[in-house]
């Protein structure tokens, strides 16, 4: 299954949260907390049961519930709210829900925090897709950086687009690629070093200049569908670390 379709299929599973007995502006509330996520808010009112709680669902499945007060407390210290670790039951269950219109920040914050949990896995590997060589050039000495950590490998695939020839070789092993589906996502995934409980990845196609369409996700399966389309897809580099067809920061 290629990115594009990795991101259709997540599309498709559009997931539910119902509030039950929700005081006055609280659906509202919800529907603007998240208004960039493929997710229904509906209401509704029950004799039985307390007030302003909410279950989240897939089709006939129940995921979770929990307090409304819990899900638009505000969460400190965290952009854009992506560390596992900050969320309540209810919102571990929303990795793997599309997330719309991201911008080039948002992107950005979210890829330090898979690039963070490999930097403190230090081992395995990780993939990253920077669209263009212009944009891996940006960000070339934290991968670098990122490649000098312990046992870590890192892989880094980009559009050819006139900025092959980086200043000196490096460190990551580097795939070239003109596929529309590498031009046009943005992805970064960690294989976890081998333990299923770190892999992570943040997966999303610009559908419009500067605007993603994606999801990240924690589940071991999924990383591994990303990791496996990248690895068995894109052909081995040469071992000197540069494309085989030369690449960014290839000599």
Not at 65 to 80: F, M, N, R, Y
Not at 189 to 202: P, S
Not at 214 to 228: A, C, I, K, R, S
């Amino acid at each position: 299954m290629g990115l594009f379709e990795l991101i259709a299929a997540v599309d498709a599973e559009e997931k539910t949260l119902t509030v039950f007995n929700p005081e006055a502006g609280v659906a509202t509330a919800l529907r603007e907390h998240f208004a960039d996520r493929n997710l229904t808010i509906e209401r509704t009112e029950s004799d039985a049961g307390p007030r302003n709680y909410a279950v989240l669902s897939r089709g006939d499945d129940f995921l979770a519930a929990i307090d409304v007060s819990d899900v638009l407390e505000p969460t400190q210290g965290v952009t854009p709210d992506f560390t596992p670790e900050t969320y309540e039951t209810v919102l571990d269950e929303l990795d793997e829900t599309l997330f719309t219109s991201y911008d080039t920040e948002r992107m950005v914050a979210a890829s330090k925090e898979i690039e963070d949990r490999a930097w403190r896995g230090a081992a395995g590997e990780l993939h990253a897709g920077f669209q263009t060589c212009a944009r891996f050039a940006s960000q070339a000495s934290v991968y670098e950086h990122l490649a000098d950590r312990g046992d870590l490998d890192i892989y880094v695939y980009a559009h050819p687009d006139g900025r092959e020839e980086l200043d000196g070789p490096t460190k990551a092993t580097l795939h070239l690629s003109t596929a529309t589906e590498i031009h046009d996502s943005w992805f970064v995934a960690y294989d976890g070093g081998g333990v299923d409980a770190m892999k992570c990845a943040l997966l999303a196609e610009e559908r419009r200049p500067g605007s993603f369409y994606g999801f990240w996700t924690y589940d071991p399966d999924t990383v591994d569908d990303v990791l496996d389309h990248l690895r068995t897809t894109y052909a081995a580099p040469e071992a000197d670390g540069t494309a085989a067809d030369g690449g960014c920061g290839g000599t």
